[in-house]
């Protein structure tokens, strides 16, 4: 299991016992550890010679939220902290001072709803040579699944699930391996195996990777991708791995040659609201925000 999914586990055994009952419906902190990462790898910035991450945040929660974390908020702090090194040092983002996380409540904020601001910032101290100046900070309101819900029930919307959609011919899920400029869709029940023989579903041409190097497969609700015993093996966000299950967006490498796995829901109807963003979060435009 990567490095990253172990401080998620970490993260989730925050929430067991006690304070389990509190995110059932409520943000989990999970959900805002992706919040932070997103936020991370989409206002990033490139010099000559490295790539400039935001090392600056600032968690914006309803009541009710704050709240809810307020008993272990400076545990949380420290795990969300480690959580964003280790992804910028997945990345190789350069952080030009150590990450810095804070909470505040905001009372514009609904229920399981949560914002995050994004800044690049060099702190106090002298500058290094070629690193951008300081970012102002974008923010991004985030929406959980359950509170999505919740407001289309409020609204008086007819919200359907994927799978009715799919039944009815509205909407249908896309899978897909996004390796340089191709994509390869993932149809049918699978599995599909990777590697450098033509004989594989996706073929990768190039020596450092096994005739038959890993292979990608549909779980009841999700998918997995194996190592076949390849001699460079297969990472998961930049940490090795023999079976681990993926996410969309996820980052996956094999014998040193990078793919991205995306999935997500085409639509037919626009009146659909697409349920699922990343993590379970749904999206809009909220002011001058871009929530999701």
Known sequence: ??????????????????????FKRQVHPVEIAKGLTKQMDENRMVSVSRI????????????ADAESIQAYQSALNDELIQYVSTHAQSKNYHLMT????????????????????????????PREKGAPQDTSGQTRI???????????EAQGTAAISTEEAQRQGLAWEVAELVLDDKTYPLKGQGPWSIGRSEENDIVISNPNVSRRHAQLS??????????????????LDGAPIDRERI??????????????????????????????NFGGATGRKKGNYEEY
């Open 1 to 22: 299991m990567g490095f990253l999914r172990l401080i998620e586990k970490r993260m989730e055994s925050l929430v067991e016992g006690v304070f389990g009952r509190a």
């Open 52 to 63: 400039y991450a935001p090392n600056d945040f600032t968690i914006h929660l309803s009541k």
């Open 98 to 125: 150590p990450p810095k996380i804070r909470f505040v409540t905001e009372d514009s904020l609904r229920f399981g709803e949560f914002g995050v601001t994004a800044k690049l910032t060099g702190g106090d101290g």
């Open 142 to 152: 985030f929406r959980t699944e359950k509170a999505g819900e919740e407001a289309r």
């Open 218 to 235: 549909r779980l009841e609700n999700g998918f997995l991708v194996e190592d076949l015993g390849s001699t460079n093996g297969t990472l």
């Open 247 to 276: 996410e969309s967006g996820d980052e996956l490498t094999f014998g040193g040659i990078t793919a991205r796995f995306v999935r997500r829901t085409d639509r037919r109807a626009s009146s659909l609201k697409d349920p699922w």
